[in-house]
């Protein structure tokens, strides 16, 4: 039901970015004879970020959202090693595949955006990986290529964003408040790519 009742949201807010009197009649949310005031700045509307981890509501993201986030799938109810172990190469590559399964031929104007929540720059990368990888219950190699962790030097978090962005077509990329200084250098790096 959370799922219908975010999918009439979208619609209806989509009406309202129009401009025109709205009369949106769904099963959980209804508007009629409303004034769309204050208008829009921007055509369209803001753009739509939907997020998840699970096929249908990455499927329902792709077919509404101007940005899909690609999340774990906590469908177990708590983060735990279950939704960590879901983000994995392999979990995110199926995840795209949902995407684009509710995108149809509009994949290709949606941004994706994934949160790199196990991020540390430093020049040790492999005892960081290793220690991360330890208290996640994942194998060091499969964090390494993991598409929420970006761990080691500047110069390696810059080419594996880029190969993710190559891969799987992410090119938006959120990291942790705790970490923002340490990734200003690979910002900077990334500037024009």
Same mark, same amino acid.
């Given at each position: ?17 129009? %401009? $025109? +009197?709205?009369?949106?009649? &769904? ?5 009629? *004879? ?5 208008? @829009? ?38 983060? %735990? $090693? +279950?939704?960590?172990?879901? &983000? ?5 590559? *199926? ?5 684009? @399964? ?92």
């Amino acid at each position: 039901m959370r799922i219908e009742r975010m999918v009439e949201y979208v619609e209806m807010a989509r009406q309202f970015f129009t %401009g $025109a +009197d709205l009369d949106y009649r &769904g099963e959980h949310v209804t508007a009629v *004879d409303m004034q769309a005031v204050p208008a @829009a700045v921007q055509l369209g509307g803001p753009r739509i970020m939907i997020g998840g981890g699970g096929p249908r509501v990455l499927g329902v993201a792709g077919r509404l959202a101007d940005i899909v986030s690609i999340n774990f799938n906590n469908a177990s109810g708590k983060i %735990g $090693a +279950d939704g960590v172990g879901s &983000g994995t190469a392999a979990g995110t590559a *199926d995840k795209i595949e949902w995407i684009k @399964a509710g995108a149809g031929d509009r994949f290709d104007q949606i941004e994706l955006e994934i949160a790199a929540y196990f991020t540390t720059v430093t020049d040790d990368g492999a005892a960081a990986t290793q220690a991360m990888a330890t208290g996640l219950g994942l194998a060091a190699d499969e964090l390494a290529l993991h598409p929420h962790a970006l761990i080691g030097s500047v110069e390696h978090i810059v080419e594996a964003m880029l190969e993710r962005r190559e891969r799987y077509g992410i090119s938006y990329v959120t990291v942790g408040a705790k970490v923002l200084e340490d990734f200003a250098p690979v910002v900077a790096a990334l500037a024009g790519n």
